[in-house]
C-alpha cells in the first residue's frame, strides 16, 4: 500500500470556478478525515468519514463545499463558486480506528488550492 | 474548550544541538490522546507519536524523547544530538476521546531550522 494518495498536488482556478479535490485513503482505514491548513497555520477540521457515512462537519465547511465518500473508499472534496480566501492547503487523512489507535493518523500530501 | 499551543513559532539551532519543543492543550476531557507530526518542506505530515491521558511515562524513541506531564497540561517534545534532516514544521495535536470524532486538534507549529 503506497499510503495516502491526493489529487491534484496543485490547482490554480479563478475566482467564482469550482475546484474538486480527490483523496484515495489507504485501503483498509474506515475513517478518513478532511483538514485545511493556510500559511504558517496548523491543519484545521473540516470533516470526517466513517465507512461513506459522514459523520461531522465543522463551521469552516460553508454550504460552498461539500464532501462525498461513495462506498466507503476514496472521498471527495468540492469547493462551489470559489473565493480567495479558499486558498490553502487541502489535507486528507486516514486511520483504522477512531483516535489514530495505534499508528496515528496517515496524512497525505495535500492538494494546494490557489485561487486568483 | 480544546485548545493546543505551541508558544515557539521558530527555533534555530546548530547542528548536534539539544532542542525542545513545547506544547501546552487544554481539554475539559479526561480521557484524550496526544500526538506530534513532522511536516517537511514536502508538505506531508508524518506521524511522530500518539500518547493516551492515562499514560505519563516519558517516551525515547532514538534522538526523541517526549515528556508528557497532566499537572502543567504539557506534552514537550526534545530532540537529541539535533540533525539538519530535523528541519521541518513540527505540531503537537489533541483528540478528545468524547463523542469518539477522532478529529485533531493542532497548534500553530514550530519551525524548527537546524543549521550546519
Known amino acids: 500500500d503506497t499510503g495516502v494518495s491526493q489529487n491534484p498536488r496543485h490547482k490554480i482556478t479563478k475566482r467564482g470556478q469550482n475546484v474538486t479535490f480527490r483523496c484515495d485513503p489507504i485501503?483498509?482505514?474506515?475513517?478518513l478525515y478532511w483538514y485545511r491548513q493556510t500559511l504558517g497555520q496548523g491543519p484545521e477540521f473540516l470533516t470526517y468519514?466513517?465507512?461513506?457515512?459522514?459523520?461531522?462537519k465543522s463551521r469552516l465547511l460553508s454550504d460552498r463545499f461539500s464532501a462525498e465518500r461513495p462506498k466507503g473508499s476514496f472521498s471527495t472534496l468540492e469547493i462551489q463558486r470559489t473565493e480567495q480566501g479558499d486558498s490553502a492547503m487541502y489535507l486528507c487523512?486516514?486511520?483504522?480506528?477512531?483516535?489514530?489507535?495505534?499508528?496515528?493518523?496517515?496524512f497525505g500530501s495535500g492538494t494546494r488550492l490557489t485561487v486568483v | 474548550a480544546q485548545k493546543v499551543t505551541q508558544a515557539q513559532t521558530e527555533i534555530s539551532v546548530v547542528e548536534k544541538e539539544d532542542v525542545t519543543l513545547d506544547c501546552v492543550y487544554e481539554t475539559r476531557d479526561t480521557t484524550y490522546y496526544l500526538f506530534w507530526y513532522k511536516q517537511p518542506p514536502s508538505g506531508e505530515l508524518v506521524f511522530l507519536i500518539r500518547r493516551n491521558s492515562f499514560d505519563e511515562q516519558n517516551e525515547i524513541s532514538g534522538r526523541y524523547s517526549w515528556n508528557f506531564q497532566k499537572s502543567t497540561s504539557s506534552f514537550n517534545f526534545t530532540i537529541t544530538a539535533s540533525q539538519v534532516v530535523d528541519s521541518a514544521v513540527y505540531f503537537c495535536a489533541l483528540s478528545e476521546a468524547k463523542g469518539n470524532t477522532g478529529k485533531l486538534i493542532f497548534g500553530q507549529g514550530t519551525t524548527l531550522q537546524v543549521k550546519p
Open positions: 468519514f466513517q465507512n461513506e457515512a459522514q459523520l461531522e
Open positions: 485501503s483498509e482505514h474506515n475513517r
Open positions: 487523512a486516514s486511520s483504522l480506528a477512531a483516535q489514530g489507535h495505534p499508528g496515528g493518523y496517515t
